[in-house]
């Protein structure tokens, strides 16, 4: 699917919960939607579009996309 279709798409979703009150859950709201409706595939696309800048996203679904990224891997001993 095109990054542009999958931008719209998660801006479309954070529109829907922008008339939440608590940012906090219109964010979990919309990332839960991702996570429960968005085919892996399609996560990964809009996650690596958020690395890369995240051009085109809204404040809510940019912040909802970046609570999707897989914690960073644990940096290996040193000495």
Do not use: C
Not at 3 to 30: K, P
Not at 43 to 55: D, E, F, K, N, S
Request: glycine letters at 8%.
């Amino acid at each position: 699917m095109s990054i542009e279709r999958l931008v719209t798409m998660a801006n479309d979703i954070g529109h829907y919960f922008a008339s939440e009150q608590d940012r906090a859950a219109a964010v979990a709201g919309v990332a839960s939607h991702l996570q429960r409706f968005w085919d892996p595939r399609m996560r990964r696309q809009i996650l690596a579009h958020v690395a890369a800048g995240g051009q085109g996203l809204s404040d809510l679904a940019l912040a909802a996309v970046k609570t999707l990224a897989p914690p960073p891997a644990p940096s290996p001993p040193t000495g």
